[in-house]
C-alpha cells in the first residue's frame, strides 16, 4: 500500500491553477435607474398633463399657503442656491420646469417679482420642489409630509449604482494624481 505524494498532489493543484476557468458572470445592466425614470414618468405626467399640482401652487403663491420651502427662500441670500431636482432624466425636468415658468407667468409677477426677486431661482428653490411633493403625495397615495420626507431623501440609489459611482470618481481622482506629476 503506498500513500500519496504530498509534492505530486502540489504540483497537480498548481497546474489546474493554470489551466482555463470560468469566464466571468455577464454583469446584466441595472434596471433600478429606468424603474426610477417610469416612475418619475408619472410624477411629470401629474404636475404637466393633468396640472395636478396647479392649486397647491397657487394656494402657497396668492393665499399663503404655508411652505417650508418658500420660508427657506425668503430667508436665503440671493446668491447661493444648490438644487436636488428628485427628477434625474433632464427631458422630464424640462417639461415640468417649463409648466412651472407658465404658472409663475400667470400670477401677477409685478408683484412676486418685487417680493421674490429672480423668477427662476424661485421656480427652482419653491414650485420645482412643492410641485414634486405633490405628485408624490398624490401619485404615491401617501400624505404630504411623508411625500416630503421622500423628497428629501432623494430617489432610492441601488448599491451597484454606488459601486459604479465611487468607481467613476476614483477613476477620475486616479487619472488627476497620475497629470499632477507630469505638470511639475
Known amino acids: 500500500m503506498a500513500f500519496p505524494n504530498t509534492e505530486e498532489e502540489g504540483a497537480g493543484e ?11 458572470r455577464k454583469l446584466l445592466p441595472d434596471r433600478t435607474r429606468a424603474a426610477r425614470d ?8 401629474f404636475i404637466v398633463k393633468t396640472k ?8 402657497i403663491l396668492k393665499s399663503g399657503k404655508q411652505s417650508r420651502w418658500l420660508k427657506k427662500f425668503l430667508n436665503s441670500s440671493r446668491y447661493m ?7 434625474e432624466d433632464e427631458e422630464q425636468l ?5 409648466y412651472l ?22 421656480i427652482s428653490d419653491v414650485l420645482l420642489p412643492e410641485a414634486i411633493i405633490c405628485a408624490i403625495a398624490a401619485v404615491d397615495d401617501i400624505d404630504y409630509e411623508k411625500a416630503e420626507e421622500k423628497y428629501i431623501k432623494g430617489p ?10 465611487d468607481e467613476q470618481v476614483l477613476g477620475s481622482k486616479k487619472l488627476k494624481m ?3 506629476p507630469a505638470e511639475s
Open 94 to 98: 424640462d417639461l415640468v420646469v417649463g
Open 38 to 45: 417610469r416612475e418619475n414618468k408619472k410624477l411629470v405626467e
Open 81 to 87: 442656491t444648490c438644487v436636488e431636482t428628485y427628477l
Open 14 to 24: 498548481s497546474s489546474s491553477d493554470t489551466s482555463p476557468q470560468k469566464p466571468p
Open 101 to 122: 415658468k407658465e404658472v409663475y407667468r400667470e400670477m401677477d409677477t409685478k408683484n412676486l417679482h418685487q417680493i421674490l426677486g429672480d423668477g427662476i431661482r424661485f
Open 156 to 165: 432610492p440609489v441601488s448599491k451597484r449604482e454606488r459601486e459604479l459611482f
Open 52 to 59: 395636478g399640482a396647479e392649486e397647491h401652487l397657487l394656494g
Open 178 to 180: 497620475e497629470a499632477e
